[in-house]
C-alpha cells in the first residue's frame, strides 16, 4: 500500500466525507479509493478494462473475408 500526504481543497475535503458516511467507509482512504474505482470504470480508455478485452476476442473470433486488394473487394460487392 502506498501512503501519500496531499493537499485538498475544503469542498473535496467535504466530497470525501460525503462518500465515507454514504458507504459506511471506515476511514478517507477507503473514500478515496472508491472515487477512484468510480472514476475508472467511468472515465478511462475502454481497452484498460477486463471487459473490453472480452468483447474485443469475441468481435475478432467472428467470421471474416480477408481482401488482397480493394478491387477484389469491389468486385465482390456488386
Not at 12 to 19: E, M, T, V
Not at 68 to 75: A, N
Request: charged share 40%.
Amino acid at each position: 500500500m502506498v501512503q501519500a500526504f496531499i493537499d485538498i481543497n475544503e469542498r473535496a475535503n467535504r466530497i470525501i466525507n460525503i462518500l465515507k458516511a454514504k458507504y459506511g467507509l471506515k476511514d478517507k482512504s477507503q473514500a478515496i479509493e472508491l472515487a477512484m474505482d468510480i472514476i475508472e470504470k467511468e472515465h478511462l480508455e475502454p481497452e484498460l478494462r477486463p471487459e473490453y478485452l472480452e468483447k474485443l476476442q469475441k468481435i475478432r473470433k467472428g467470421k471474416y473475408t480477408k481482401f488482397t486488394s480493394l478491387e477484389e473487394l469491389r468486385r465482390l460487392t456488386k
